[in-house]
């Protein structure tokens, strides 16, 4: 059963730079056709997705963060990361990281984490 | 960029009822439509994709129908473990990707 664990910074200050690496276990990233993903839920916005990666290193990001994000991979560790620049109040969220085959609908979610700007 | 709409955005029913879930998208989404159930605390839960096939494991009474702009998920006798928030997710890829996620609907006790 493939599972999907979100750790990193759960206080970020404003403008820093939010960091998550999403651990994947009983399965591997390099396997193809799946297209990891990063998604975040904050009471103003809902669900929203933010980006993902693919085909070992293809990437995709909402056009409304694409200038702040930044989503690799490491497929030693098996595990990808979520990096977002410049970020503000409104940037805080519960962030899922999350896994869709082809199309682009999510069958493996993480538990999610809390992630709070504030200085 | 595609928005979803969902009514109601709270449906108060007894256990036992069926429950109708609506869910628009301003333009046409083919069939690349799916339905997710979230607990308190919990990441949202897959339970139908392609507008009506049921996710693996998801019981017989959640059910999905619909194409390009209306869509439906139906609860044939509503559990007490049926009781979260519902949203649906268009998966269109066009003109460009971005997956937008409805804003919900709230089932609770009545």
């Known amino acids: 059963q493939l599972q999907l664990q979100e750790s990193g910074s759960r206080l970020v200050k404003p403008s820093q730079t939010l960091s998550l690496t999403c651990d994947v276990s009983g399965g591997s990233i390099s396997s193809g056709g799946y297209s990891w993903t990063w998604i975040r839920q904050s009471p103003g916005k809902g669900l929203e997705w933010i980006g993902y990666?693919?085909?070992?290193?293809?990437?995709d990001y909402n056009p409304s963060l694409k200038s702040r994000v930044t989503i690799s991979m490491d497929r030693s560790k098996n595990q990808f990361s979520l990096e977002l620049t410049s970020v503000t109040g409104a940037d805080t969220a519960v962030y899922y990281c999350?896994?869709?085959?082809?199309?682009?609908?999510?069958?493996?979610w993480g538990q999610g984490t809390l992630v709070t700007i504030s200085s | 960029e595609i928005v979803m709409t969902q009514s109601p955005a709270t449906l108060s029913v007894s256990p036992g009822e069926r429950v109708t879930l609506s869910c628009r998208a301003s333009?046409?989404?083919?069939?690349?439509l799916a339905w997710y159930q979230q607990k308190p605390g919990q990441a949202p839960r897959l339970l139908i994709y392609?507008?009506?096939t049921r996710a693996t494991g998801i019981p017989a009474r959640f059910s999905g129908s619909g194409s390009g702009t209306e869509f439906t998920l139906t609860i044939s006798s509503l559990q007490s473990e049926d009781f979260a928030v519902y949203y649906c997710q268009e998966y269109n890829n066009w003109p460009r990707p971005v997956f937008t996620f409805g804003p919900g609907t709230t089932v609770d006790i009545k």
């Open positions: 990666i693919y085909n070992g290193g293809i990437t």
């Open positions: 999350a896994r869709a085959g082809d199309y682009i609908y999510f069958e493996y």
């Open positions: 392609g507008a009506s």
């Open positions: 333009q046409s989404v083919s069939r690349n």
